[in-house]
């Protein structure tokens, strides 16, 4: 795999060493900060590849950090939080945030959700040989990864690209949520798919008119989710 670099953002020591001490066994380059200010100064200079973000930091707490993070960067945020509500899981995912993991956590689990979301963040920088990727009004520049909608260029995060591209690929194939987070996150038998819908909830604010009436990325009850294909 080579080394990928890895920056934790931990206050609590032992947690901190401990997930390091992991992390570095199975390859990774790690860096660490016990704050918000700190850790924005680290990935700035060390230019990690993924950052593990926890939520109660202090002075700064994890989903400012994160919408920080998020004016220069856009590489995989996974938050560590003992926080088990879905409004907090919700509250990470629209600061930014690609993913959640609650504490005690397992390290096996931590790994394979770091590995899941590296290996799709590398796929979204490989050259694909079609240039242009598009339905309708919606359309992706395959090599740069620029979004427009009707001509006018938007701004996604990695999830809500990585989306886009698996329904722009299947057009009028549905999805279930299960199918979904399969797909995109990777780590099924640890998934919450309140993430999913998270994500297509903020996608269409994005890319629809109206989401409350979505044209492209459409609901189909008691199934999941297709994008309607527009000759």
Not at 17 to 37: H, I, P, R, W
Not at 53 to 69: A, I, N, R, S
């Amino acid at each position: 795999m080579g080394e990928n670099k890895i920056l934790i953002v931990e206050d609590d020591q032992d947690i901190r060493e401990l997930t390091s001490l992991y992390l570095q066994k199975k390859g990774f380059d790690v860096f660490t900060a016990e704050n918000g200010v700190v850790a924005l100064e680290m990935a700035k200079e060390e230019s990690p590849e993924l950052i593990l973000l926890d939520v109660l930091l202090p002075g700064m707490e994890g989903f400012d950090v994160c919408k920080k993070l998020r004016e220069h960067t856009e590489v995989p945020i996974i938050f560590m939080s003992c926080k088990r509500s879905s409004n907090d899981k919700v509250r990470g995912l629209n600061a930014g945030g690609d993913d959640y993991i609650t504490k005690p956590f397992d390290l096996a689990e931590l790994e394979a959700r770091i590995k899941a979301n590296l290996r799709r963040n590398v796929s979204l920088s490989r050259p694909k040989k079609n240039r242009i990727l598009s339905s309708g009004g919606v359309s992706i520049d395959l090599n740069s990864f620029d979004v427009y909608v009707k001509g006018n260029q938007v701004s996604l995060y990695a999830k809500e690209l990585q989306l886009l591209l698996l329904f722009l690929k299947n057009p009028n194939q549905v999805f279930s949520s299960e199918q979904l987070y399969n797909q995109i996150w990777g780590v099924d038998q640890y998934g919450d798919l309140k993430t999913v819908s998270v994500h297509i909830r903020n996608l269409r604010k994005k890319i629809e008119e109206n989401p409350a009436n979505p044209a492209y990325i459409q609901t189909v009850r008691g199934f999941g989710y297709k994008f309607k294909e527009e000759k």
